[in-house]
């Protein structure tokens, strides 16, 4: 059985995403209310899987937890593509003529906001969770009020969908890392299928620091499929930079590493994995 670490609850966009990557396997999931609950359940439980997501199509990079993958103890193992699709939701006995308000996660309701400024009569409300919102709305028996998350989630608080597929852009996915404590690592993949890295590295305060590290990535032929900047704090206008390339071949993804140390700082893998393929 697999222990995995989530942020939110049973039927959140998290559970999703676990359950498909494992899901030839029985998973347990540990339900936490911050993404720095997931990793430290982690420090204190190694034998325990986190799963986070790091970025969506349309919302962006979640900035904070590129800070928590750095600082944690943890390798990445794995990355999966969760399409997502929102749904409206409520009580069993309401109806949309019933309805004055709409709670979920501010993320969901910016991707489904063409579908809100249809109804300008639901008050928009700011919750934790996407599938908290509806737990919350079914344990406190909350008529009038809806949900926007996952279908999935209806069964699960006994709620009534009024309508799928409510985002604004079909193309929504959010890219999720699986990460574990090192000592697991080599159980949960097989570093030989490797053909995606995650790094992180400082550089000098100077002209044509990053532009060299690239030159030096592109002539070992590895693809940059990702990089994000963030400050250094304490060190101003110092970036941390962290970069995701994809590799055909093993061994010069590890030369072109190694090529590119002495123009880097604190240089850190943060996991070498398969790449994850869009789930529909």
């Given at each position: 059985m697999k222990r995995i670490a989530i942020q939110g609850i049973v039927g959140s966009y998290h559970d999703i995403a676990a359950h498909q990557f494992f899901a030839q396997e029985e998973v347990e999931l540990i339900c936490c209310d911050t993404f720095e609950e997931v990793f430290d359940t982690m420090r204190s439980d190694p034998t325990a899987i986190g799963m986070a997501a790091i970025e969506n199509t349309i919302a962006g990079s979640l900035l904070h937890n590129y800070e928590l993958l750095r600082e944690a103890p943890v390798t990445i193992v794995g990355e999966h593509k969760l399409r997502i699709r929102h749904s409206i939701m409520c009580l069993p006995e309401d109806s949309w003529d019933d309805l004055v308000e709409v709670h979920s996660h501010p993320v969901a309701l910016m991707q489904c906001r063409e579908f809100l400024s249809r109804h300008p009569q639901l008050k928009v409300v700011e919750a934790d969770?996407?599938?908290?919102?509806?737990?919350?709305?079914?344990?406190?028996?909350?008529?009038?009020?809806?949900?926007?998350?996952?279908?999935?989630?209806?069964?699960?608080?006994?709620?009534k969908v009024l309508e799928e597929g409510i985002e604004t852009n079909k193309h929504n996915f959010t890219r999720f890392l699986v990460v574990a404590s090192p000592a697991r690592a080599n159980l949960l993949r097989d570093i030989r299928q490797a053909d995606k890295a995650s790094i992180v590295f400082a550089l000098p305060h100077s002209e044509g620091s990053l532009s060299q590290v690239l030159s030096v990535l592109s002539f070992y032929r590895l693809n940059l499929t990702k990089i994000q900047s963030l400050p250094i704090i304490g060190r101003e206008w110092e970036y941390l930079f962290y970069v995701d390339v994809q590799f055909n071949d093993y061994t010069r993804y590890s030369q072109g590493i190694d090529a590119i140390r002495p123009l880097t700082s604190d240089l850190k893998i943060l996991g070498e994995y398969q790449h994850g393929k869009e789930s529909i």
């Open positions: 969770d996407t599938a908290g919102a509806a737990a919350d709305i079914a344990m406190q028996q909350r008529h009038g009020v809806a949900a926007i998350c996952s279908a999935s989630a209806a069964s699960i608080y006994g709620m």
